[in-house]
C-alpha cells in the first residue's frame, strides 16, 4: 500500500515563506508526475504546480514567481516552497503522485495525501 503523508503547513503573516514537503512511501517501483493541489474554504480543488519525471514543470498562474516545486527522487519526496504568500493563498494543500507500484504492474495509479493546512493571515 502507497501512503504519501504532507508536513510544513502552518499559520504565516502575508510576505512570509513555508515549505511543504510530501513522502511517498510504501510498495513504489517507480514515480511518474507528482505535485501539489489546494482546496480553499469553498471552493474546488485546484492544481498549483506539478514536476513530472524529467520533464518541465507546470504552475498555476497565481503561483508563478512565488513557489517553486522540486522533487528528490531518492527520497520519493516533493517540495513545495512558497514564497511571499498571500491571504488568498490560505487552503488545504495536496499532495498527488501518479506512479507505478511493481514491476508487473501494467498501468500507474494516483495517489493523493490527507492534506496539509496553510493560514495566511494579513
Known amino acids: 500500500q502507497v501512503q504519501l503523508v504532507e508536513s510544513g503547513g502552518g499559520l504565516v503573516q502575508a510576505g512570509e515563506s513555508l515549505r511543504l514537503s510530501c513522502v511517498a512511501s510504501?510498495?513504489?517501483?517507480?514515480?511518474?508526475?507528482m505535485g501539489w493541489y489546494r482546496q480553499a474554504p469553498g471552493k474546488q480543488r485546484e492544481v498549483v504546480a506539478i514536476?513530472?519525471?524529467?520533464?518541465?514543470?507546470n504552475y498555476a498562474d497565481s503561483v508563478k514567481g512565488r513557489f517553486t516545486i522540486s522533487r528528490d527522487d531518492a527520497k520519493n519526496t516533493v517540495y513545495l516552497q512558497m514564497n511571499s504568500l498571500k491571504p488568498e493563498d490560505t487552503a488545504v494543500y495536496y499532495c498527488?503522485?501518479?506512479?507505478?507500484?511493481?514491476?508487473?504492474?501494467?498501468?500507474?495509479?494516483?495517489?493523493w495525501g490527507k492534506g496539509t493546512l496553510v493560514t495566511v493571515s494579513s
Open positions: 510504501g510498495s513504489i517501483f517507480s514515480i511518474n508526475a
Open positions: 498527488h503522485a501518479n506512479l507505478v507500484e511493481s514491476i508487473w504492474s501494467n498501468r500507474a495509479k494516483d495517489y
Open positions: 514536476i513530472p519525471s524529467g520533464g518541465k514543470t
